[in-house]
């Protein structure tokens, strides 16, 4: 069976790893009450790591169509087109839900100061009308993925332990 590179393998699983500690940020920020410092710094984690993520996703789209990707294991017409649509899914939503956390932040009127450096260029004004649709449209991107990242883990453990195609070793170093 091969393999993807390891380009490709590092960039996944450093990928994986920032958004599931953007997510548990997400989760664990909004139940704080009140503006406090652990609020605060979560936040800012949170948005560095979303800008983190999208940069990453970048050299990670650039790497997938310039690196043809290993074969998938044989399987059903219908799992190929599904696997097909979950992995196009999965790479809509690690772009749109950085994108969608930076304009809400400018919709909030609340700049994105990237690693506490340097500010992230002001792409639209403060909007109080449209903070909430953004903050919703976040939100909802957010469970997507969350809702897609489970069947992804979950087709790929049917892969390895019912159907016993390695899959598992196309991705581990």
Not at 43 to 55: N, R
Request: charged share 15%; proline share 8%; net charge positive.
């Amino acid at each position: 069976m091969t393999k993807y590179t390891k380009t490709a393998m590092l960039l996944h699983w450093l990928t994986a790893l920032l958004i599931i500690s953007a997510f548990w940020l997400g989760v664990t920020m909004v139940d704080i009450h009140g503006i406090t410092p652990t609020k605060l710094k979560y936040f800012s984690w949170h948005k560095w790591i979303g800008v983190t993520v999208l940069g990453l996703s970048c050299i990670r789209l650039l790497w997938r169509l310039t690196h043809q990707p290993p074969p998938n294991p044989p399987m059903p017409a219908w799992q190929e087109k599904a696997a097909s649509g979950l992995h196009g899914l999965l790479y809509v939503l690690i772009f749109a839900i950085p994108v969608s956390g930076y304009l809400y932040s400018m919709a909030a009127g609340i700049p994105v100061i990237y690693l506490g450096l340097f500010e992230l260029p002001v792409v639209m004004d403060p909007n109080p009308e449209l903070k909430p649709l953004l903050k919703e449209i976040h939100y909802v991107l957010n469970m997507t993925l969350l809702a897609s990242f489970c069947l992804h883990v979950s087709a790929a453990l049917k892969h390895q332990f019912i159907d016993r195609d390695n899959i598992f070793k196309r991705i581990f170093p």
